[in-house]
Structures are given as C-alpha cells and as structure tokens.
C-alpha cells in the first residue's frame, strides 16, 4: 500500500561544501536533464552545471553566485524528484523554501522542466547582477527548539524600528531579515549571539523584500503567464494558499510568482503548517541538495504539535523510531524514498 508524501524543494544555500558532486554521485542515469541544463546556459556564456558539480573543489565565489547556485539546486533537487519511488509514495502536495518555489512550480506540473530552467536561471541571473541588499539569519528558539519567550516579537520589532530592514523568511525556528548592507549592520549590532547566530548568508541578496521591486519589474516584463499550466499536484506557496489543478489561473498565478513572492516575505513555516494540515501526508519528503532544511521543517512542526510532537527530543525520538521527514540529501533516510 502506498504511502502519501509531501514533497519540500530545498532553497538557496543547500549546495555546500559536503555537497560537492552531489548530480554527479546520484543522477548518472539523468543525462538529458543536465545535458539540457547545460546546453540552455552555453548558449548564455554561462559554466555547464554538470562542470560546477564535477569541480576539484567548492569555492564559494563560483557556487555560491545566485546565476550558478540557482540553477545547480534546481537540477539537483528536480533530479531527486524524479528518483522518488511513485509505487511506494503517493505525492499528495509539494511545496518549497524560497527559489523552492521555482522548483516545486516544476516538480508539480506548473511549468515544465525546461521553462523551470528557463525561470530559476533568469532569476538567479537577474539577482546575481543586480545584488540589492543582503540577507542575515537569526534562531529565536532554545536549544529544545521551543521560542524563547517574546523573542519573535522582539525581531519583528526591530523590523518595524531600522529602516530599510525587512522580514524575508520565516524559517521554522529562524528568522530571515533581507535589508541595505546598512540596515543589516544595525541589527547585527543589537542582536546578542546565540550559537553561530546571527551570520549573513553568502552573495544573497535581500529577497522576499520590497527592494526587489526592481527584479520584480524585470521578471514581470520579461516572462509572461503562458509559461504556466494548472499544476498536477497541489502546490502550497509561501503566503500557505493552495494552488490545485482546478483552481489556478495562469494569470494570478503567474503574478504571485513574480510579484508578490520577489518582493513581500516568504512565510515557509506556514507553507509546511498549512501542508500537513491540509494533506495529513505519512511522510514528508525533502529534496536535495544538501539537508540543512529538516531543522526548520521539525520545527514548524512542534510549533503545530504535529504528531503530538513539542521538543527537540520528541522529534528525534519520533525519528528514531519511524522517520516521518526523509531528507534525500542524508544517505540513510534517501534509500527509504528511491526506486
């Protein structure tokens, strides 16, 4: 009997270090998805994704920029996509982190997979060249993953208190604040350090914000609603609404991507709430690459009590048990998930 599975498209900085060779080690049998990758961005002048993931080494200022991480998480995680066992997994809804918008659009039946390619590498293209404003990461949960009383509050009142600093993500049990290089400055300054928080991330710039209005622009123009389709599997995106094969119109859904999902915050968390609630999925799947997303998807789920979960140690209990969330980028629980 099949399982059913929600489905979770990994964001910007999944592609480390560790995940070097990541297409390359599982997606050999895939040769015209990368051949097609790499033919759109030749034409481009762009280095070959199947170049990037076969290099000697990671270096940060290669594949980190927004025009090579983009569209080398994309053909890692629609890859992984693809290597899902349907005889074992019924894939009752997909969503995603941020560019996992980009992916899930694919992964679901929205786009195809060359007009995903065409999407995630003119916005990452448009982003890298353009580069306004930045993005930090801070935690505002104890190490049990339970919110330290009034922290949140107190980051969305930075928010409302440094100008040009906005709300980009809410990432389970992380903040993402996009904002000027100045704005971020301020609020590193008055944030205490709680373990490796906060930090920047690497050549982001400051999306989900209005800053963006100018790729907003750029990509409104650019692209049209004629690239879109009614998706064959529902799709919730960042605001936590439904996308299903009989209630999309290519119009809106098309100006929800462009507009208001380049320029306003990404609510990930309630995408990953709304999703469970609505589909009560036996398992949760993430792509890859890489498996830095688990954490923020386990712990939107405490804040829910999802399974009756409301710890760090229930849900490793939980997992140890049973694993309900198979991240595909860790080796153990991807042999639970593949054909």
Known sequence: MKQTALVICPGRGTYGKEELGYFRRYHSDKRDLIEGIDAYRSEKGQVPISELDAASAFTPKDHTRGDNASAL?????????????????????????????????????????????????????????????????????DDDWQEINGAYQELMDLVAGIKDLHLSINLGGMVVFGGTDEALKQTEAKLETRGNFPFRLINHAAFHTPLQ???????????????????????????????????????????????????????????????????????????????????????????????????KQDFTELQSAAPHILSMGIEEQRSLVIK
């Open 73 to 141: 998480i994309y053909a890692c995680a629609y890859a992984d996509f693809l290597s899902i066992d349907r005889d074992k997994f019924d894939i009752v809804a997909v969503t995603g982190n941020s560019m996992g918008w980009y992916i899930a659009l694919s992964c679901g039946g929205a786009i195809s997979a060359n007009n995903g390619t065409h999407i995630i590498n003119t916005m990452g293209t448009f982003m890298q060249n353009s580069m306004i404003g930045g993005q930090l990461i801070y935690i505002y949960v």
């Open 213 to 311: 209005q100018p790729i907003s622009k750029k990509a409104m123009q650019h692209f049209d609603a004629g690239l879109f389709d009614n998706p064959d599997i529902p799709l919730i995106d960042g605001r936590g609404h439904i996308w299903t094969k009989y209630s999309t119109n290519a119009d809106e859904i098309f100006n929800y991507t462009f507009a208001h999902q380049v320029t306003r915050h990404y609510d990930f968390t309630k995408a990953v709430q709304v999703s469970v609630k609505e589909y009560a999925p036996d398992k949760i799947i993430i792509l890859g690459s890489g498996s830095t997303l688990g954490g923020a998807v386990a712990q939107s789920l405490i804040d829910i009590k999802w399974l009756g979960l409301e710890s």
